[in-house]
């Protein structure tokens, strides 16, 4: 009997519902080819709840995610200026998921500026102006609260060097404006040195975050894995994800003790939205890395090598990596790679 795991969907707005949806196919297509099935508990979030229950996450969603532990999450439109906060940030910090990671891996047969790149950003994920600690002081005059501690700090660092062991990764670079922010970036990078001596094996090294965009320009290949503090990793993240092809690309996953929400790096893309143009490869990479944290390891890499395949002949891509397709004709284009003989 097919064993069935209980999923909390959330297909968020923008081209939220067209990547999850081309998602869902493929992984159910991916799971009824390996004896795995899924049951998807889909919520909205964000203006979309608002409208139908009167809350922006409401408590049918919290409830679920912490019943199943698991989210695949599409974008949720976070308004800029005023308007309701971060759903991403909201539930990230309700269910303490403190590690944000990032892998920026390039697919084989996409040409880039940047052949093989295979870069992790390991961001921290509760902390720092992130948590939108913000006030008037007078009028005109504005505090925001940047907020570093040294457990945050330490477990984010205990992660990244946690996983490099783990998985044979060889250098570490923690991401610092230490020369300005004494205090707080300080403390972050203390933390990061004091794991770091637990873990000989592994090269750590510091770089000042402005520089390490043009090092990252110049030469991303010196670099393994990025270990930044949330609005650095923000910002480092949209970066790497040109060196792979975009922001159509590259997967996430917020990870706590509890629960777990996969979600792509890209937000929810309204100049594209419901134009059947959105790439759902990050998506679909996100599902990948929920399934191999769920045990289904066979079924993470059915999904992943059709997407391969797909990249491979390049026949079949989106606009934003210089194809001509739709999101459906890339979605149909896997389940056929899929079915090809493995
Ligand atoms: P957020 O604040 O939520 O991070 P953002 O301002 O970074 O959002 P995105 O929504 O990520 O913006 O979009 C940035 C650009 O990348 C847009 O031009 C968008 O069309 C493009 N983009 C994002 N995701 C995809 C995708 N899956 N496929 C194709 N293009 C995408
Ligand atoms: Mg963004």
Do not use: Q, T, Y
């Given at each position: 009997m097919a064993k069935t795991h209980k999923i909390t969907l959330i297909p968020g707005d923008g081209i939220g519902p067209e990547v999850s949806g081309a998602v869902v196919r493929v992984v159910e297509a991916a799971g009824a080819a390996t004896g795995v099935a899924f049951e998807w508990h889909r919520h909205a979030a964000g203006a979309d709840a608002f409208e139908k229950t009167g809350e922006y996450i409401p408590k049918a969603l919290y409830d679920s995610i912490e019943e199943n532990r698991v989210a695949l999450k599409g974008p949720v439109t976070t308004p800029i200026g005023g308007g309701f906060a971060s759903i991403n940030v909201t539930l990230r910090q309700k269910f303490e998921l403190f590690a944000n990671f990032r892998p920026v891996k390039s697919l084989p047969g996409l040409k880039t500026n940047y052949p093989n790149i295979d870069l992790i950003i390991v961001r921290e994920n509760m902390e720092d102006l992130y948590a939108g600690l913000e006030h008037i002081v007078v009028p005109g005059v504005v505090q925001a609260l940047k907020i570093i501690t040294e457990k945050g700090s330490t477990r984010i660092a205990k992660f990244a060097f946690d996983y490099a062991r783990k998985h044979g990764r060889k250098k570490i670079h923690a991401i610092h404006k230490a020369n300005i922010m004494k205090l707080s970036d300080g403390l972050f990078l203390q933390c990061c040195r004091t794991v770091a001596e637990g873990f000989p094996e592994i090269t750590y090294a510091e770089h000042i975050v402005d520089n390490t965009c043009m090092q990252l320009v110049m030469n991303p290949y010196q670099y393994d894995i990025l270990l930044t503090e949330n609005l650095y990793g923000d910002i480092l993240s949209d970066l790497c994800s040109a060196f792979v092809g975009g922001l159509g690309l590259v997967p996430g996953a917020n990870l706590g003790t509890e629960c777990a929400i996969f979600e792509a790096v890209?937000?929810?893309?309204?100049?594209?939205?419901?134009?059947?143009?959105?790439?759902?490869t990050a998506l679909m990479q996100s599902a990948v890395l929920m399934l191999h944290h769920i045990g289904e390891s066979e079924t993470a890499n059915r999904v992943q090598t059709g997407l391969e395949q797909v990249y491979r002949e390049g026949k079949t891509l989106t606009k934003d990596v210089g194809g001509t397709s739709g999101t459906k004709a890339f979605a149909d284009a896997v389940l056929a790679a899929m079915e090809m003989p493995q």
């Open positions: 890209h937000g929810s893309a309204p100049d594209i939205a419901g134009k059947d143009m959105a790439n759902p």
